[in-house]
């Protein structure tokens, strides 16, 4: 699937490797086609699936426990005891890279 933002250029492209928490969560492979500060963040919640713990961009606090816990998959007391204990947004990079101009 691909992410374009109408006005300022920034492409990017993602795919779910594997679905967490019943399909409440994922990991999630991104590439980026352009390279704008905070793009990935950006991106997930334009698409309405904010990075879990990302209080600036609405993955943080209430929604993140709505979010775990949404079809019962999850109890209210464990989703809300993850989102305590996650101090920064739940984003790793695998590699990093770029092309030298």
Not at 40 to 64: C, K, Q, S
């Amino acid at each position: 699937e691909s992410f374009v933002r109408p006005y300022r250029p920034a492409a990017s492209n993602y795919k779910v490797r594997s679905e967490l928490a019943g399909g409440n969560a994922a990991l999630v492979e991104w590439q980026l086609e352009t390279g704008r500060t905070h793009q990935i963040r950006v991106h997930t919640r334009e698409i309405g699936h904010p990075i879990l713990g990302d209080d600036t961009y609405g993955g943080g606090g209430g929604a993140a426990v709505e979010t775990l816990q949404r079809r019962g998959i999850m109890r209210m007391d464990v989703a809300k005891a993850i989102v305590a204990r996650s101090k920064r947004p739940m984003l790793h990079a695998r590699t990093l890279g770029f092309q030298h101009p």
